[in-house]
């Protein structure tokens, strides 16, 4: 089982920026690919980007590109998610996860283990 723990959440005004890191421990041979979700207040949780550890591949949902970044450091187990130019849309529960295959998905039914979330509130 592979423990992930989040953190770098907060309140933030528009056109801010945080970045948010995940590091994993313990099966960390499970962590091949990780990724962002989020879930905001009465809707479902939605993908926001992953990344492969083998090739440093990406994908982000069309609504972060050109503003989020997801970057892993592979010898320390985490990963990060640099989110600028926030907008009120983005808060939400930000969770990782990661899967053990190498496939980069956007399916949340894939990811084998999920950290607690951390909250980010963006204020217009």
């Known amino acids: 089982q592979v423990r992930l723990v989040e953190s770098g959440g907060g309140l933030v005004q528009a056109g801010g920026s945080l970045r948010l890191s995940c590091t994993a421990s313990?099966?960390?041979?499970?962590?091949?690919?990780m990724g962002w979700f989020r879930q905001a207040p009465g809707k479902e949780r939605e993908f926001v980007a992953a990344?492969?550890?083998?090739?440093?591949?990406?994908t982000y949902t069309n609504s972060v590109k050109g503003r989020f970044t997801i970057s892993r450091d592979n010898a320390e187990n985490t990963v990060f998610l640099q989110m600028n130019s926030l907008i009120p849309d983005d808060t939400a529960v930000y969770y990782c996860?990661?899967?053990?295959?190498?496939?980069?998905?956007?399916?949340?039914?894939?990811?084998?283990?999920w950290g607690q979330g951390t909250q980010v509130t963006v204020s217009s």
């Open positions: 996860a990661a899967r053990s295959g190498s496939l980069l998905t956007r399916d949340e039914y894939q990811y084998n283990s």
């Open positions: 990344i492969r550890r083998s090739d440093d591949t990406t």
């Open positions: 313990g099966r960390t041979f499970g962590s091949s690919v």
